[in-house]
């Protein structure tokens, strides 16, 4: 054989083997979505107490009112324990209510489930090797069995945990177990809530004061799965950015976006935006958003 040859074979060989890894990173990754536009269509007050920090639509028992969480919601028996943190909470479509909870040290979080009947249980999550201490949000996926959970910071990860309540193996009186993670392509900093839209995309807050990652500070983010969780395997994810969220206010100032919820049945988006000092009692928003 010639060396002109075996350099030709040669480079066959690679040429495959480059084409069969490019496939296998392909198979992993999301599949190419387009990004949704959401045009704002008005806002209501957020008052800074009570409606300051997470948002849900809860649909079981039917009619039941919008769900908020701020620092006047967490209950005593909860905030004596040092549980001085509440984020932003989501339902199930059966119709449990699941709310997030930290505190200032230690080594577990809190989640606070609502069963349909109106009974209420927690669930505590030991820390995973190398995970954040805070607990900003829960995102219930559509088919109830999984949920998300975010870490404050720069993080290219999203959490995965079974559904307190609703998913068969869980228990109040056992650990509440991370089982999987999200693995983002592109860093998110201080996402403060996500809500899925389908089993595959997810609304994102983002409370990003440099604006560096994605070139605007605050933004909505749109996050693409390649498959629905499962509990089992880790997912890939893509990021998003769409737009900035409102930030308008008679103060001037640093905005804060907070919670964030998608009604399936409106199709309707709200994201909560506080606004900076004293204003934070006057003007504070939840503003809605349709698609298209």
Known sequence: MSARTARHRCHLVLTGLVALATAAVLSAAPPAAAADTWTEAGSDRADPLTESQGLASVEVPV????RYTGIGTIPVGLSTRGWNHVGDPDASYDGHYIEPYQRDSGTTKLFRV???????SEYVHTLSTGEALNNSWVAVSPDGQWMLAGEYGTMSRLLVFPTPGVNQGTSPSANLPQVSTVRLDHPVRDVQGCDFVDATRLLCSSDDPAGTLFGITKPLLQVDLAAAPNGTSDVSGHVTALRQVPLRSSCSGTFEAEGIDYDRRT????????????????DSKTYRFTRG
């Open 114 to 120: 609502q069963a349909p009947g109106g009974g209420w």
């Open 63 to 66: 009619g039941s009112a919008n």
């Open 267 to 282: 199709g309707v988006l709200r994201v909560i935006v506080v606004s900076p000092g004293f204003c934070v009692l006057t």
